[in-house]
């Protein structure tokens, strides 16, 4: 997401000084971001600090000496591609879901008709209250989208729900909702991503280095293209996307499980997971205690999900799988597109630095019958639009 206008209005909570860092993520994207703030957010955090890391004035006042040409809440509301209120306190969700507009941001966001993203961040008890209950219904009632706020610690002292999420949670919000082309719209797409654990026994596992990161980015970027998204995903440290069906995911058996129960439901299935070849013959119920000499554990094969696909392609299903190799990185990745019958393999070479496991960005060549495309170092984030786009594009 970039080149997109971006209102973001603050209201009084503790949470608001998180929304600097949003604000930040919003701008180092490339996006026009405009900070509204009430009279209660100035006192949790600064105009002068949001309006560094906008770089755009900071509204706070309805009524400014400042000459204007135009009136300034209209022309926002206009221009406008998506407003998010967060922290949204109950008194503000109470406010816009009656149409109260007695100050800048209210003003502002009952003018606007762009996708409205809502991130309640109160106290439990005030979360909980019917009348705020029923006020987030209003909300969503009229269109508007609501963020599930997070249970912890709060800033009151109690623990419970009512967190704010964390703002790249929010950013990723506004991605799913951000005006973009649709063009996998009506479609579904399964997506696998991360590390599979094959057990041992109740304590060890076998696994792998990889970190998630490439399959949830293809997974948003499916949701971003309008796709209906299912993300089987093994253990990783990533926040779960938002407005995606997300299916943790353990061993390579239950990836198979997870993925070829689903085969039928799915236009587009992308394998990003890093998956086990081989799992324990026996996994022991207690901890297998050490001896002198050495050990050895038989393994056996797992099932290969990508060829099981293959074997029961459908009529227009699209099958993306990966190569990830030390060495022949092209030979041994165009292998496994006809072994596996896939549409598209995704080859990447881990010794290429900035390339694999845990970076932010990769350097692939899509692979298909027409033969080999190049996409040079990037984002995983642009990596995995630039997949989708070649892929799965129409007319492209
Ligand atoms: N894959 C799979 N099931 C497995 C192993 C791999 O579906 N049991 C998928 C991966 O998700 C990836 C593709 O197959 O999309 C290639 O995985 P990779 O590990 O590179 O290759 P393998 O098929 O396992 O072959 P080899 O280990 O010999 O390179």
Redesign the pocket.
């Known amino acids: 997401m970039k080149d997109k206008c971006i209102v973001v209005g603050i209201t009084g909570g503790i949470a608001a000084f998180k929304i600097c860092s949003l604000v930040s993520s919003l701008k180092k994207k490339g996006n026009d971001v405009h900070v509204l703030m009430t009279k209660e957010a100035e006192q949790f955090v600064t105009p002068l600090t949001l309006q560094t890391l906008s770089a755009n004035r900071v509204i706070t006042d309805m009524f400014t000496t400042d000459f204007t040409p135009d009136v300034h809440h209209i022309s926002l509301a206009k221009k406008a591609d998506v407003f998010v209120i967060a922290p949204a306190t109950a008194n503000i969700i109470a406010k816009i879901a009656h149409g109260i507009a007695d100050d800048m941001l209210t003003s502002t966001f009952l003018a606007a008709g762009c996708e409205k993203l809502i991130v309640p961040a109160m106290n439990t008890g005030m979360l909980e209250n019917p009348i705020t209950q029923d006020n987030i219904a209003t909300l969503k009632k009229y269109g508007m989208h609501v963020l599930d706020s997070a249970s912890g610690y709060l800033a009151c002292g109690d623990t419970g729900k009512g967190r704010m999420p964390e703002p790249s949670v929010i950013l990723d919000a506004i991605e799913a909702i951000a005006p973009g082309e649709r063009y996998l719209e009506g479609k579904r797409v399964l997506v ?1 991503a991360g590390p599979t654990r094959e057990a041992l026994d109740p304590v060890r596992y076998i696994t792998n280095h990889s970190s998630g990161k490439m399959g949830y980015e293809l997974a948003k970027a499916a949701r971003n293209a309008g796709a209906k998204v299912t993300l089987a995903a093994g253990h990783t440290e990533l926040a779960d996307p938002v407005g995606i069906d997300l299916v943790h995911i353990e061993s ?1 058996a239950d990836l198979a499980d997870a993925v070829l129960s689903r085969q039928e439901e799915n236009d587009v299935i992308i ?7 081989y799992t324990p013959v026996h996994v022991d119920d207690q901890k297998i205690k050490k001896s002198e000499g050495e050990f050895n554990l038989p393994l056996k094969r ?6 099981a696909l293959g074997e029961n392609k459908k009529e227009g299903q699209v099958l993306i ?5 030390t060495q022949n990185l092209i030979e ?1 990745a165009s292998k ?1 597109l006809s072994a ?1 019958n896939a549409d598209y393999i995704i080859a990447n070479s881990i010794a290429d630095a900035g390339a694999g496991f845990g970076v932010d960005t990769n350097i692939v060549t899509i692979i298909s019958k027409d033969g080999l495309n190049p996409l040079g170092l990037l984002s995983k984030e642009e990596t995995a639009e630039k997949i989708l786009e070649f892929c799965l594009k129409k007319g492209k």
């Open positions: 696998s390579a394998m990003a997971a890093a998956v086990a070849d797992t099932t290969d999900i990508l060829k799988g990966f190569a990830m190799e041994n496994k596996k």
